[in-house]
């Protein structure tokens, strides 16, 4: 059984830095895409970066030169490094890999950014 598990969220102010992890556990044999997405109340989740398997990067536009995305594939580890954050960056943080054939994701994890 394969499980997907996020850490790092929390309290910071704005300007300040976070850095989550999401490490996959489990039958995994390959592990393809692995991606944050994002999610506040009312609102859809949405993509903030992802990383292939090959190592090719994609971020959300309002998080460009501020969050890097990066992946230890040794330890089946996706991070993501956020510097700068603003208020509006507070939402859940959702962890996604494509693992063999299927899609997982994280319970999630919550970043406040106060003002």
């Known amino acids: 059984q394969v499980q997907v598990v996020e850490s790092g969220g929390g309290l910071v102010q704005a300007g300040g830095s976070l850095r989550l992890s999401c490490a996959a556990s489990?039958?995994?044999?390959?592990?393809?895409?692995m991606a944050w997405h994002r999610q506040t109340p009312g609102k859809q989740r949405e993509l903030v970066a992802t990383?292939?398997?090959?190592?090719?990067?994609n971020y959300l536009d309002s998080v460009k030169g501020r969050f890097t995305i990066s992946r230890d594939n040794a330890k089946n580890t996706v991070y993501l490094q956020m510097n700068s954050l603003k208020p509006e960056d507070t939402a859940v943080y959702y962890c996604y890999a494509k693992i063999d054939t299927s899609d997982y994701w994280g319970q999630g994890t919550q970043v406040t950014v106060s003002s």
């Open positions: 990383m292939t398997g090959g190592g090719t990067t």
């Open positions: 489990g039958s995994v044999f390959r592990i393809g895409t």
